[in-house]
């Protein structure tokens, strides 16, 4: 009986350790979903304001449209930059996200031994109920 008590207390700091685990995990997707979000607005932003520039026709001489032409350019090199990295930023955001459904298993299947463990130690500490009577006829009936 000291062993099923000793397993359990074993099994129920396995879970905290697992449930620290997950929320180490939940913080973890929840960074890598903002810097994602960040990532996609600053590439959008920087895609709006080149085509924003782009648009433009206000331009006096052949110097100011290439020092325009340079700078929609720049930006554009920006924005794709910036897209590359919310893809990069999209994937790990993915992985934690996997990461995030493998510890909460893990943690759901410790608790779920534990409960089991705690079932088996109070039915091994009740008394069983005995009767007076015998049975008769078959176990058929």
Do not use: C, W
């Not at 895609?47 to 930006?75: C, K, P």
């Not at 996997?98 to 079932?119: D, G, H, Y």
């Not at 130690?121 to 069983?128: D, H, L, R, V, Y």
Request: proline residues 1%; charged residues 30%.
């Amino acid at each position: 009986m000291n062993a099923d008590r000793q397993r359990l207390v074993r099994l129920r700091r396995l879970e905290k350790i697992r449930a620290i685990a997950k929320q180490n995990a939940v913080l973890e997707a929840a960074q890598a979903e903002s810097t994602l979000s960040q990532l996609k607005s600053l590439s959008d932003r920087t895609r709006q304001l080149a085509a924003d520039y782009a648009s433009r026709r206000e331009m006096t001489d052949g110097a100011a449209l290439h020092q325009v032409g340079n700078f929609i350019s720049g930006l554009q090199a920006i924005s794709r930059s910036t897209e590359g990295d919310a893809q990069r930023a999209q994937s790990i955001a993915d992985a934690k996200q996997i990461l995030l459904a493998a510890a909460e298993r893990r943690r759901a299947a410790i608790e779920e031994r534990a409960t089991l463990q705690e079932r088996m130690i109070a039915k091994a500490s009740q008394t069983p109920a005995l009767s007076g009577r015998r049975t008769s006829g078959t176990g058929l009936e």
